[in-house]
Nanobody, 124 residues
Framework: QTQLVESGGGSVQAGGSLRLSCTAS????????TAWFRQAPGKNREGISC???????HYAESVTGRFTISRDTNKNTVYLQMNNLTPDDTAVYYC??????????????????WGQGTQVTVYP
């Protein structure tokens, strides 16, 4: 049985940083793609970034240059380093995983497994 658990959310002032973690269980390390999404109140879910085992990474325009995704295969964990946060980044952040992506990943595509989410709040 697969499971994803996010951690690292919290509250921070604008301009600050947070690092989110997503630890997977039930997945063979290196054989799945992972993505980060977020959903703010009253808004649609937004794909932020994804990474595949071969290292290909994609970012949404809204976070390019501020957010960095990385993975530690030994720990089966994917990180999202978020810098220069703004109040517009306030949302519940979710990680997702899928076995179908090979050399690349698609934020608008299907993602099978989801974590429970972690709240990120950025104050002005």
């Amino acid at each position: 049985q697969t499971q994803l658990v996010e951690s690292g959310g919290g509250s921070v002032q604008a301009g600050g940083s947070l690092r989110l973690s997503c630890t997977a269980s039930g997945y063979t390390p290196g054989f799945y793609a992972t993505a980060w999404f977020r959903q703010a109140p009253g808004k649609n879910r937004e794909g932020i970034s994804c990474i595949v085992s071969g290292g290909t990474i994609h970012y949404a325009e809204s976070v390019t240059g501020r957010f960095t995704i990385s993975r530690d295969t030994n720990k089966n964990t994917v990180y999202l380093q978020m810098n220069n946060l703004t109040p517009d980044d306030t949302a519940v952040y979710y990680c997702a995983a899928d076995l179908r992506y090979g050399n690349t990943c698609l934020l608008s595509g299907p993602w099978d497994d989801w974590g429970q989410g972690t709240q990120v709040t950025v104050y002005p």
